[in-house]
């Protein structure tokens, strides 16, 4: 396809600026910030590779978003694990039938001996409640400890039902990773994925001296609406910028970075970019792409994740596939990530597009789904109306 500069805006604390191009988005953006929903955005597209748009606007808690400014990612963090092990099971390393003790005996404790490596990463280990949670004080062997010691519910049975976890399985198989390879698991995510790919703004565990370096340049989360950060939300560590939590690696949660270098795992993915060519890179996108089908919980299943919406969607082996996670425009082929109902990433295999965007906001779960759906049905209606899309959906 030919080539399309990528739209860029100025970013204005007071003001939503999005390019004129962009009138479907810009007129839904302009409504939710004139809600109070969302006090600053970051967004970017492309589309065989080639960057469409990239463009930021607004502020969190005085300090400006630019497209530039590294963001918390929550749990679209978790394909930087996905893809991290799918690199090695490429490499011969480990299979996804390898059973997680394999590498990590101690996993195997409260009826989790049985766990694949692949059921992690499809999360189909139906831990038994919510009470395993990662306190940012703690160490990573210490949060390890607590994330093998997590008891599941035996009679469901492992590889059964959908059971989405937060941070566990993302830590344990880090851990797979940092020991099948003999290094730190940050080492080995900079070393081949980060690095290779350009995610030059993206960071995920730092030292004190690290984060001093960078820590004026990062942003904290805010709330929309009414809440206020010390409100007893278990997001306020997010609002409130916690040092200890922005410095920890937490594979799961706790990424930050630019949308720009979000996008760019998935273009590669989709074959673009500096590596996506490459055959390793080729087989470990096949690899999470490749269709996961479980039956949905039981309605009556009495666990603290009953209910939840994204453990009755599709999935493939590493990622969410549901076109209802994004919205009704994207192909079946769709597959990414979102983040705590204020950070999507996701690519599209038939169009070619990548878009991944930001609210840097945390809203009531009553408007915060609807919400994501109708910015990603906003950006794809513009992009196929200034005929960026148009060839691809002819």
Not at 207 to 233: C, K, Q
Request: hydrophobic share 40%; charged share 20%; with cysteine.
């Amino acid at each position: 396809m030919a080539e399309h500069p990528p739209t860029t805006s100025t970013p204005d604390p007071e003001a939503v600026r999005v390019p004129e191009a962009f009138g479907r988005t810009r007129a839904f953006l302009s409504e939710d910030h004139g809600k109070d929903l969302h006090h600053g955005f970051q967004l970017f597209a492309s589309v065989d590779g080639v960057p469409v748009a990239d463009f930021a606007y607004g502020q969190a808690l005085g300090l400006r978003l630019t497209p530039g400014t590294p963001l918390h990612w929550l749990c679209a963090s978790k394909p930087l694990t996905s893809v991290s092990v799918a690199l090695l099971v490429e490499a011969g390393v480990l299979r996804l039938d390898d059973p997680v003790t394999r590498f990590l005996p101690e996993y195997g404790q409260a009826g989790k001996a049985g766990a694949r490596i692949g059921d992690l990463l499809a999360h189909t280990v139906p831990y038994r409640d919510g009470s395993s949670q990662y306190v940012a004080s703690l160490d990573w062997q210490e949060n390890l400890a607590a994330a093998c010691a997590a008891p599941i519910d035996e009679a469901m049975g492992i590889g059964s039902v959908r059971t989405y976890s937060a941070w566990i399985n993302s830590h344990v198989l880090a851990e797979v990773v940092s020991r099948a390879r003999g290094e730190e698991y940050g080492d080995f995510l900079r070393r081949e994925v980060l690095v290779p790919l350009g995610m030059d703004r993206t960071y995920l565990g730092m030292t004190a001296e690290e984060y001093a370096a960078v820590a004026d340049d990062l942003r904290a989360m805010t709330y929309g609406g009414v809440r206020n950060p010390g409100s007893g939300s278990a997001n306020d560590a997010f609002v409130m910028g916690v040092p200890e939590l922005r410095a920890a690696s937490i594979p799961g949660i706790g990424a930050m970075g630019t949308m720009r270098d979000l996008a760019r795992l998935y273009e590669a993915m989709l074959g673009h970019g500096p590596v996506g060519g490459e055959p390793a890179w080729q087989g470990a996108s096949a690899l999470l792409r490749r269709r996961h089908l479980v039956p949905e919980p039981p309605e009556d299943w009495d666990n603290w994740s009953a209910g939840w919406a994204i453990n009755s969607m599709n999935w493939s082996q590493g990622f969410v596939t549901d076109r209802g996670m994004y919205c009704p425009e994207v192909s079946p082929r769709v597959f990414g990530q979102p983040g705590e109902k204020t950070v999507m990433a996701m690519a599209d295999a038939d169009s070619g597009l990548v878009l991944a965007f930001s609210f840097n906001s945390f809203v009531s779960s009553a408007v915060a789904g609807f919400r994501m759906t109708r910015m990603c049905q906003a950006m794809y209606g513009d992009l196929v109306e200034t005929g960026v899309l148009a060839a691809k959906r002819a």
